[in-house]
């Protein structure tokens, strides 16, 4: 690509305000190399001119979520905002409440925090997230589809946004996006050829939200998707950033 080329795609990219639902930042054990505290993140950010993130903490999934709370309290600002973790305990909700939190981040899965999502056992939990507004994120191999069914199910006003879907869920996706109104998904993973238009002529704009796995992948296959999309400006501002700042202003409320 030219270099008058790249310089378009930047400008272009600048004018969405991009949001960036799914970025993680510190040290973590498994990707150590690819970890990154605040002003390198901040820096790779600007690279990719990407103008906010919501964060979580690499120790909060691989090591303790109140250690990674207290970690990504310290780092947070107005660009980095934070993606808190939550445990289904009454303590922790209560320390998690104090945060008032916009966006809380669930990891289920049996190699992270290993916890049910039914009410038997989350119940308290996604009652003080439903009752708040708070956006609960959740990434798809930390729960199932029928885990996911049964969880907005059982807790209809809880705004979920699924994280890393994939390029092959549209056949799941869709009749949960038909069915609750409060169920939203990240672009992280969402590349396949023209899939994205494809959504917006079905769905409209509303439903899905950039994201990129920063750092673990490089934002570069996202935005291209976005930058190539054949969809209005709008709905690209949209996607980029609109509709997560919503989301985000909703929970404040």
Same mark, same amino acid.
């Given at each position: ?135 609960? =994120?959740?990434? +798809? ?6 885990? /996911?069914?049964? @969880? !907005?199910?059982? #807790? $209809?006003? *809880?705004?979920?946004? =699924?994280?890393? +879907? ?6 799941? /996706?869709?009749? @949960? !996006?038909?069915? #609750? $109104?409060? *169920? ?70």
């Amino acid at each position: 690509m030219s270099e008058s080329a790249i310089e378009t795609c930047l400008r272009e990219v600048a004018d969405w305000h991009v949001f960036d639902a799914n970025v993680r930042m510190g040290r973590s054990g498994i990707h150590g190399g690819l970890a990154l505290e605040p002003p390198e993140l901040v820096v790779e950010m600007d690279r990719n001119g990407i103008e906010q993130a919501l964060i979580s903490h690499f120790t909060a999934v691989e090591y303790d979520a109140f250690e990674g709370n207290t970690a990504l309290a310290q780092a947070v600002n107005q660009r980095l905002v934070p993606c808190w973790a939550a445990l289904p305990e009454t303590d922790f909700i209560k320390q998690l409440d104090e945060r008032k939190p916009a966006a809380v981040r669930l990891y289920f899965a049996p190699l992270r925090h290993n916890f049910s999502p039914a009410p038997w056992c989350s119940g308290e939990l996604c009652s003080f997230l439903q009752d708040g507004r708070i956006l609960t =994120l959740i990434a +798809a191999e930390d729960i199932g589809w029928e885990a /996911l069914a049964n @969880l !907005l199910e059982n #807790f $209809p006003g *809880l705004h979920v946004l =699924l994280l890393e +879907a994939g390029y092959r869920a549209d056949r799941y /996706l869709f009749p @949960l !996006l038909r069915k #609750f $109104p409060n *169920l939203y998904f990240d672009s992280s993973t969402y590349l396949g050829h023209r899939q994205l238009e494809c959504f917006v002529e079905r769905f409209g704009p509303e439903r899905i939200v950039f994201g990129s796995r920063l750092p673990l992948y490089t934002p570069g296959a996202a935005l291209a998707v976005l930058a190539t999309a054949r969809i209005s400006d709008q709905n690209k501002r949209a996607i980029g950033g609109g509709n997560l700042r919503s989301l985000l202003e909703s929970s404040e409320q």
